[in-house]
């Protein structure tokens, strides 16, 4: 049984230090989990959470260009699509990708859907209105229960949802409506916890690095979803496309158990971390997290800050630039380059592989900025808004000229999402730097907002689709828009930024430092805390 976690001071009365909590786990699950830091644990585990919850939600861009004939819907609607000649695009594409002549379905057996533009942009979009109505009660029972129950119920509970979607797929629109609501409601804690969680394990001069890797568990898990899905929609069982839903619904159960096993609200509640890494982290961060009862939330602080409203609505141009991508780019490739279905969904992934590479590598950048001095976090968080905001729009508005060469304009759409990645280690780990205890509930707030990009994205790509003749225009003012809106944001974030800890979001307890003190500290720190590792090996020995 876990022994209770005792606290002291120091000599001095300016911080506590902590003592060693006791635990009867087993010497060999210990020795185990030495081999590798608990907070790069929690950093895997969350990767691959996050991975499965997005293949959960991206898998049904791809499935409805397997469930539903587009070209056959715009046909019976009288509707005139002008699209590149195919031939032209696969002379273009032979030297990187092949492009496939037979049917797309012709190993598929299970039944299609006559669902128009406007229906399909319901559906995609049904998700997101869910998604946004339990952020904060996410972030809520975080704060006071703790992100493991709360995050790994929301992976059980979305991968059952997943599991039932064929099912009500075949009952209709509304039934399949009906479950993306649901899993939108059940997958919206995701990002209030894991930031709330980060807020307790994720020392300041890493908190870059280990948010973006975790971060990048989205874009893996829809780079591996828009290829699994194409290919499963071809030739996986249950008739086709049937098979997407249960794949990625058992992934995401198996998921569960390492969670179970291995993951910890905070430092102090963790029975097998060692002495070194927990004193490490919470006198790095300035926050000590035993208490059963959390502090209370600041809303009059919250809501009255400047900064705060800046992340809210910079958090909203954000998102849609990303669930603009996420929601409709295999329908943007189907339409104007009329690929089969396997090369669309290829190609729908290299954006995504390309802000998993730019995001961990802006990530590892703006910590070694920090680390070494050369710029103040302030700064760098500036620089990575600035590349992550003007960049895309300027990458979107050239993929909206370049006509019927689909690698030029997947470079350019791959480009855009790239550098979109940037705003991770930009302004979305700075819930965690203005409020590192009520940084889930900060995350909740914004997100929440950001979320309704979500819903409004695919609506407007149906609506300009399914009434703009010409498909090259049609998405050439999709694009457009996204550009707009995401220079907008940049402007809004930039305003307003700042990344000192709030008046209102600390407690007497609370022993912050800026960055020139911790850059001086982390040093003798560090030799500090291989001292009381190397004395913990010792006596583990003997």
């Known amino acids: ?15 506590p230090v902590l003592k060693r909590q006791t635990s009867t786990t087993s010497s060999r699950m210990r020795k185990m989990e030495s081999w590798i830091e608990c907070r790069f644990v929690l950093t895997g585990l969350f990767f691959f959470g996050l991975m ?13 260009v397997a469930m539903v004939n587009s070209k056959q819907t715009a046909t019976t609607k009288n509707q005139t699509i002008t699209e590149c000649n195919l031939d032209q695009s696969k002379q273009v594409t032979s030297d990187f990708m092949n492009v496939t002549e037979d049917d797309p379905f012709e190993h598929q057996t299970a039944p299609t859907f006559d669902w128009d533009p406007a229906t399909r942009g319901w559906i995609l979009g049904a998700f997101f209105y869910g998604y946004c109505t339990t952020q904060i009660l996410g972030a809520y029972l975080e704060h006071r229960f703790g992100g493991k129950i709360v995050f790994g119920s929301t ?16 009952l209709g629109p509304g039934a399949l409506v009906a479950t993306r609501v649901m899993l939108g409601v ?26 973006s890797f975790a971060i990048t568990g989205t874009y893996t898990g829809t780079v591996i979803s828009y290829n699994l899905s194409g290919y499963l929609a071809r030739y996986g069982f249950a008739g086709g496309w049937p098979s997407i839903f249960y794949v990625v619904g058992c992934c995401g159960l198996v998921w569960c158990i390492f969670w179970a096993i291995f993951a910890f609200d905070s430092p102090a509640k963790h029975p097998r971390i060692s002495e070194r890494e927990r004193r490490f982290i919470e006198q790095s961060i300035g ?25 809210f609505l910079g958090h909203f141009c954000s998102n849609y630039g990303v669930y603009n991508l996420l929601t409709n780019l295999p329908s943007y490739i189907d339409q104007v380059f009329s690929f089969d279905l396997k090369t669309s969904s290829a190609m729908a992934a290299i954006p995504f592989t390309s802000i998993w590479f730019f995001t961990t590598i802006a990530g590892y950048m703006a910590d070694f900025l920090r680390e070494r001095g050369w710029m103040k976090t302030l700064n760098v968080r500036r620089l990575m808004i600035a590349i992550a905001q003007f960049v895309p729009g300027i990458c979107l508005i050239a993929a909206g000229y370049l006509g019927c060469n689909p690698v030029a304009a997947i470079t350019m759409v791959a480009l855009a999402a790239g550098f979109g990645g940037f705003a991770t280690p930009g302004f979305k780990v700075c819930h965690v730097e203005i409020a590192p205890r009520y940084s889930g509930i900060l995350y909740s707030l914004t997100n929440t907002f950001a979320t309704m990009s979500g819903q409004v994205s695919p ?34 974030v930039l305003s307003t930024l700042n990344t000192d800890v709030q008046s209102w ?12 003190t911790r850059l001086k500290k982390t040093s003798s720190a560090a030799s500090e805390f291989d001292e009381i590792g190397e004395s913990e090996f010792n006596s583990e020995k003997v």
Do not use: C
Not at 1 to 8: D, F, V
Not at 155 to 170: E, G, I, N
């Open 505 to 516: 979001a600390k407690i007497e307890e609370d022993f912050y430092v800026d960055d020139e």
């Open 155 to 170: 992976v059980f509970l979305a991968s059952v949802l997943t599991l039932l979607t064929p099912t009500m797929a075949k």
């Open 52 to 64: 499965n919850l997005y293949m959960m939600r991206a898998n049904l861009s791809v499935a409805m």
């Open 1 to 15: 049984m876990q022994g209770k976690n005792e606290k002291i001071y120091s000599s001095n009365g300016s911080r």
């Open 287 to 311: 926050t000590y997290n035993d208490k059963d009862e959390m502090p209370a939330i600041p809303w009059k602080g919250i809501f009255s800050s400047t900064i705060f409203w800046g992340l």
């Open 459 to 492: 609506l407007v790509a149906g609506y300009v689709t399914g009434n703009v003749l010409d498909v090259h225009q049609a998405w050439r003012i999709v694009f457009f828009v996204g550009a707009g809106i995401s220079v907008l944001g940049g402007v809004i």
């Open 186 to 211: 059940v997958q919206g804690p995701m990002y209030p916890v894991h930031h709330g969680m980060w807020g307790k394990w994720a020392p300041p001069l890493a908190r870059s690095r280990l948010i």
